[in-house]
């Protein structure tokens, strides 16, 4: 069996989901490993108060969740301690099967990618292109460690992911991978809002929102069209700061900072623009300008000398739509 070196990114999209923040407290993970089949993966910690090595262990539980099977011996030398760990790999990989469980009430193993019954005939065509292209496979085995993890706590999240949710499902588990590898912690006991968090430095809410195209005539809108700069600089200063308007405007109408679970906390309102795959790139400078009202433009003098300008924003108007 062969164990190779990887990078921590590598282990944080397998294993971060299982990962105690407390940990960081008392010592620093220094060197990653997975076993080629990725039955097992492990790490080495130094302890910040005498220096010394120990190894983890990790293996899939019973709901196929990378959870903590074992661990090496301290050792005050790393060559020595990264020896060990080697060797307990080893030795738990001869009965896999049996060391990996963990015992006790279990849920079954969460997987997105298989069609319910009620979606097989209204799947989404991302969703499709996701789980059949080889070009996303990359992607696919990041969420498939991270799915395991995710409490549907709307009761409808996988639906919605295969359907007409796609990106909003997304964006979603992009948060929640981000927050998990920022040392954020889940007490989830509500589904509104979408993450209650807690961490080192307390606790607050966050509500996840998308930039969605207009359903016209039963169909997706089309994007506007730009022939040139000034064409695209009307649709950054106008049609996009409508569209990140209107999403927001839709989310603080249902006033979640009355929710029980927000009292008291810091709410924040996470947003993307989903109106088109490469949107993302041309919309990024539209959200500052409907929230804070100015944008900077750059004036060079005679001498050459770049000044930049801020500009007050009085409106943003679109067709019919002002706002």
């Known amino acids: 069996m062969n164990i190779r070196k990887i990078k921590q990114s590598r282990f944080d999209s397998l294993a971060a989901y299982a990962r105690d923040p407390r940990a960081k407290t008392f ?117 498939e460690p991270m799915m395991r993890w995710y409490e549907d706590t709307d ?29 954020i912690t889940f007490n989830q006991k509500e589904a509104i809002p979408d993450f209650i968090c807690d961490s080192f430095h307390g606790e607050f809410c966050i509500e996840a929102t998308t930039v969605n195209p207009s359903i016209i005539e039963g169909k997706d809108e089309e994007l506007p069209q730009y022939h040139n700069l000034k064409d695209l600089e009307d649709i950054k200063n106008n049609y996009y700061p409508i569209k990140y308007g209107s999403a927001l405007f839709s989310k603080l109408k249902k006033k979640y900072w009355e929710k029980p679970a927000c009292k008291d ?13 490469a949107s993302g790139k041309d ?29 007050k924003i009085e409106e943003h108007t679109w067709g019919k739509k002002v706002i």
Not at 165 to 179: D, S
Not at 265 to 277: E, G, R, S, Y
């Open 27 to 143: 010592g620093r993970e220094i060197a990653w490993y997975e076993t080629e089949d990725k039955s097992i993966v492990s790490c080495i910690i130094q302890d910040y108060t005498d220096k010394d090595f120990f190894g983890i262990l990790m293996a899939r539980d019973e709901s196929e969740r990378y959870r903590f099977i074992d661990n090496s011996e301290w050792n005050e030398n790393f060559a020595l301690s990264e020896s060990a760990l080697l060797t307990k790999i080893l030795e738990i990989h001869e009965n896999i099967d049996k060391e990996r469980l963990q015992g006790g009430i279990h849920k079954a193993p969460v997987d997105f990618f298989i069609p319910l019954i009620k979606t097989k005939n209204k799947l989404s065509p991302l969703f499709n292109e996701l789980v059949s292209n080889s070009l996303f496979a990359s992607a696919k085995n990041i969420i």
């Open 155 to 183: 009761g409808n999240f996988v639906e919605q992911f295969q359907t007409t949710g796609f990106n909003q499902r997304i964006w979603e588990l992009y948060l929640f991978a981000l927050l998990t590898e920022n040392d």
């Open 265 to 277: 906390k810091p709410l924040v309102f996470a947003i993307t623009d989903c109106l088109c795959p």
């Open 283 to 311: 919309s990024r400078a539209s959200l500052p300008y409907y929230l804070y009202g100015y944008r900077h433009e750059a004036k060079v003098d005679d001498s050459g000398s770049v000044t930049i300008v801020p500009v």
